[in-house]
């Protein structure tokens, strides 16, 4: 199993930016690829974005295309989530989760969760 304990979350105003990480320990030799996603009050968790830690190969989710970005430090076993231009809409728990070989994200790890309010 691999653990994953995110952090940075917090409450920014409208146009801030927040930078999340999330830092695997464990078995990390199973895990080929970390996500982010999102579950705001009374909606269903979402697909944020994900990176690959071989190619560091990336995907977003559209609403989050040029203001987010993900980037991972392989000796450190970390992927962080830098936000930038926030939306109120962005406020939400962000979870980090771990994928394995020809496995899917909803199978894999996931952490605590990070809450992160985006305040008008």
């Known amino acids: 199993q691999v653990q994953l304990v995110e952090s940075g979350g917090g409450l920014v105003q409208a146009g801030g930016s927040l930078r999340l990480s999330c830092a695997a320990s464990?078995?990390?030799?199973?895990?080929?690829?970390m996500g982010w996603f999102r579950q705001a009050p009374g909606k269903e968790r979402e697909f944020v974005a994900s990176i690959t830690w071989s190619r560091g190969s990336t995907a977003y989710t559209d609403s989050v295309k040029g203001r987010f970005a993900i980037s991972r430090d392989n000796a450190k076993n970390t992927v962080y989530l830098q936000m930038n231009s926030l939306k109120p809409e962005d406020t939400a728990v962000y979870y980090c989760a771990s994928r394995s070989i020809g496995g899917d994200f909803e199978g894999g790890s996931w952490g605590q969760g990070t809450q992160v309010t985006v305040s008008s």
């Open positions: 464990g078995r990390t030799f199973r895990s080929v690829a």
